[in-house]
T-cell receptor, first 109, second 114 residues
Framework: DAKTTQPNSMESNEEEPVHLPCNHS???????IHWYRQLPSQGPEYVIH???SNVNNRMASLAIAEDRKSSTLILHRATLRDAAVYYC??????????FGQGTRLTINP | EPEVTQTPSHQVTQMGQEVILRCVPI?????FYWYRQILGQKVEFLVS????????KSEIFDDQFSVERPDGSNFTLKIRSTKLEDSAMYFC????????????FGQGTRLTVV
């Protein structure tokens, strides 16, 4: 399993962009980079994933470094409902997701 | 949107009793997982299940734990003789095939062993 490093916590203000970084320097060439989040008292929830190119969906954008050793999850306009723990997880094939400590995101009104 | 459902949402049991946690994964998914999360701690992998057998299990998943997919739709986790330290949230998840597929998690069962 590839090792990931994320800041323990981050704070932002409502309606401002948030950039959540993740280092995954031991990622293999075939691992996808997945991001999940866990809102308070809920199960983990898929956010976005990518392989090499940057990706956008209705929830967020994912910027992947050219060498794939790091990625950044971008929430374009954070809301209070985005307060959660965010996890980046390299994932290949049928592998299980391995959750680290993640980044606890606090959104200030 | 497809969803994974888990029942019950909360279960209280006496130490030493058997419990069965139930999950209905997404119907066309191939991989099924159980995770647990002790209060205030990270989400921990327990077991993965593919093609009607366990494909991987963690050190936590000892002889007291078992999983079953009895009827092609339900996916169950059984704890034979519960201990106080089994108190946790238990999450079921399912995925399609390949690293390009997202995992869907249920809302969890809160197990309290007294």
């Amino acid at each position: 399993d590839a090792k990931t490093t994320q800041p323990n916590s981050m704070e932002s203000n409502e309606e401002e962009p948030v950039h959540l970084p993740c280092n995954h320097s031991t990622i293999s060439g075939t691992d996808y980079i997945h991001w999940y989040r866990q809102l308070p008292s809920q199960g983990p929830e898929y956010v976005i994933h990518g392989l090499t190119s940057n990706v956008n969906n209705r929830m967020a954008s994912l910027a992947i470094a050219e060498d794939r050793k790091s990625s950044t999850l971008i929430l374009h306009r954070a809301t209070l409902r985005d307060a959660a723990v965010y996890y980046c997880i390299p994932l290949e094939g049928a592998q299980k997701l391995v959750f680290g400590q993640g980044t606890r995101l606090t959104i200030n009104p | 949107e497809p969803e994974v459902t888990q029942t019950p949402s909360h279960q209280v049991t006496q130490m030493g009793q058997e419990v069965i946690l139930r999950c209905v994964p997404i119907s066309n998914h191939l991989y099924f997982y159980w995770y647990r999360q002790i209060l205030g701690q990270k989400v921990e992998f327990l077991v993965s299940f593919y093609n009607n057998e366990i494909s991987e299990k963690s050190e936590i998943f000892d002889d007291q734990f078992s999983v079953e997919r009895p009827d092609g739709s339900n996916f169950t986790l059984k704890i034979r003789s519960t201990k106080l330290e089994d108190s946790a949230m238990y999450f079921c998840a399912s995925r399609g095939q390949g690293g390009n597929t997202e995992a869907f998690f249920g809302q969890g069962t809160r197990l309290t062993v007294v």
